[in-house]
């Protein structure tokens, strides 16, 4: 714990003119008034409070505020009144204290007027006094550093609180690196796994770049007193909220995330920052629309700088943060930098004409919000002027529904109540009809039309912003795609019953499905659906004793032209002709390939110039060129030694081809195969290869491997496939 004269000297470090008698009287007050009380870890209580005024003392502030640190608690816990505090500690004090002693609990998620009213008078104290915010920044900052010795049942209301309250009041009034750490604590309490998985990755990665952000702060910090600009560069990863945040918002894996490092630049004039900026786009490539000019146009917490990514190093993606000296005060302190309660010696004074325009902003709209509104309706008006980072709306009814950024009504209904986003087909907001992709704001009432005839698109999954939307959606397609193979399934079962002389039962089926590994009717029939079980095994599951006729006893209808129907068990490998088939190229147009390594397209698909590529390195082998689309790639996602960035280097003129495959279900009609050879060869494809298997007595699906010049002459035939009455139904594989 640390002593009285420590916390002097502390202070001391940057206010040489600090009351030391002040600070001494509230030490011993404060260490007496708590006397024998113990915290949850069996630490004396008093290690808190003092713990407190240390954090302060980092962010410079006066006596009074670490004085009102020191003495918190006092009042709340203790038998000290405020009357004795202000007898022997002044007004100013005692106001602040008092301030501090009427906020003990919040809990925004409760509409109770005891909660709400809470925060109304957190939230007066602090249009009266911003330090009575900064000590309970600091509060709270201590606390979830010890949130481990908190009971269980309390650790999640806490950490949650946090997230929701004091880390976007942190950054509302500028204290990022506060912001930063209050949002790391409060992740690693509600999602350990996710935190724990994120800090791992991130350890990984460190090891794997060794010394990267010390060799870019060298090579900057040289670079810039070169071109005559004295610069401190620091880097440093992102925080694991940080990254989690941005996971979230993109919808991406870690491995997708290019931008982990940041690096500050700080030089001592704003003309500088424009000269280092210059240097830095001089140096390395600039990344297109990540610049931001902060200094020209502040952020409405009074933070300034300078913002730009590049590709640095190691084709590594970098933030840079340009600013001057003072403007990194202000960005790390935020409104503690501003000198609102020194005077010139820096003694507590009274408050001076400048004012933060973040500080300004808070008080303005407390003072506005704080007009004639009962504690409910303060409650729920402060959230939405407060924390812009959220997107606060109402049902018609008037529950309050808190949603992220740029939300849509899709979100809003899923957030209601999944079975609502599923059914959803429009919605009104604040009683006008309105589109489900709009994106809400703050104060908007939204009402979501539904239908119970409606399942929920799978395009909405790259629409919803939630992961709960998101996920519920999945499942839903899911769900829907089943059922549409179960219902294909049933219809394909009772078709094959009528021609072995059964009669169709679905409750035979139920009792059938022990046999064919299976818990339902409704699997049995989505695989059936899917080509997993035949008609045939099922009909032997329910009439053990019946035998299916051999295949030259099954009809073949003939159309006159020589084509046949075919059965189940048939494999056809279509044949082209001697001379029809054109020349291959000789070399395969890639660029980002060097050597005489063998070039190969992938198995199960090709490729075809249009689709984004890659390369895969295979040693001993050669290089094997995918679509990015392809599912293979994720056999290869543990080796990222192995990918290779190419293009295609084609001549539009060129008459090469490419291989490509696609599968075609169609009706299994005389002249169908006819049909699809047509569609093809009269768009110029050329077929390689062809495999049919019959899907059922009505169906069967054709695998054809054709030849295209690109990828609008592939998009092209298949377009004309889909548009023959035989075919159902036309899909690119991809691996």
Known sequence: MMRQYELVERVRRYNPNTDEALLDRAY?????AHGSQLRASGDPYFSHPLEVAAILTDLKLD???????LLHDTIEDTSATRAEIERLFGKQI?????????IKKLDLVSKQAKQAENLRKLLLAIADDVRVLLVKLADRLHNMRTLKWVPPEKRDRVAQETLDIYAPLAGRMGMQDMREELEDLSFRQLSPEAYESIA????????????????????????????????????????????????????????????????????????????????????????????????????????????????????????????????????EYGIAAHALYKDASGAPGEMLSHESSAYAWLRKTIENLSQGLSPEEFLEHTKLELFHDQVFCFTPKGRLIALPRK?????????????????????????????????????????????????????????AVTGKARAAVRRATRAAVRAQYAGLGRKIT????????????????????PRLARTSAEDVFAAIGRGEIKTDDVIRAIHPDWVPPRPEERERPTNGEGWFELKRGHNLKFKIPEGARPERLDAIPIRGINGDLPVRFAPEGGAVPGDRIVGILTPGEGITIYPIQSASLQNFEDAPERWLDVRWDVDELSEGRFPARITVTARNAPGSLAQVASAIGDRGGNIEGLQMHARSADFHEMVIDIEVFDLRHLNNIMADLKGRDVVSQVERVNG
């Open 28 to 32: 011993v007050y404060a260490m007496r």
């Open 63 to 69: 006596d009074s505020t670490i004085v009102a640190a």
């Open 94 to 102: 005692a106001t602040l204290v008092e301030g501090l002693t009427k």
């Open 200 to 331: 791992t990755r991130v350890s990984e990665l460190r090891q794997g770049n060794g010394p990267l952000v010390q060799e870019i702060e060298r090579e900057l910090a040289e670079e810039l007193q070169r071109r005559g600009i004295s610069a401190d560069v620091k880097g440093r990863e992102k925080r694991i909220y940080s990254i989690w945040g941005k996971m979230e918002r993109k919808a991406i894996g870690f491995e997708q995330l290019s931008d982990l490092y940041g690096f500050r630049v700080i030089v001592s004039s704003v003309e500088d920052c424009y000269r280092a900026l210059g240097v830095i786009h001089t140096k390395w490539a600039i990344v297109p629309g990540r610049f931001k000019d902060y200094i020209s146009t502040p952020k409405p917490n009074d933070y300034r700088s300078l913002h730009t990514t590049v590709v640095g190093p190691r084709r590594q993606r970098v933030e840079m943060q340009i600013r001057t000296r003072d403007m990194e005060e202000i960005a």
């Open 407 to 463: 939300a849509t009504p899709i979100d809003f209904a899923y957030a209601v109540h999944t079975d609502v986003g599923n059914t959803a087909v429009g919605c009104k907001i604040n009683g006008s009809i309105a589109p489900l992709v709009s994106e809400l704001k703050n104060g908007d009432e939204v009402e979501i039309i539904t239908s119970k005839a409606q399942t929920p698109p799978g395009a909405w999954e790259t629409i």
């Open 494 to 513: 009772e078709r094959a019953f009528k021609r072995a002389g059964w009669p169709f039962s679905e409750e035979a089926v139920v009792k059938a499905t």
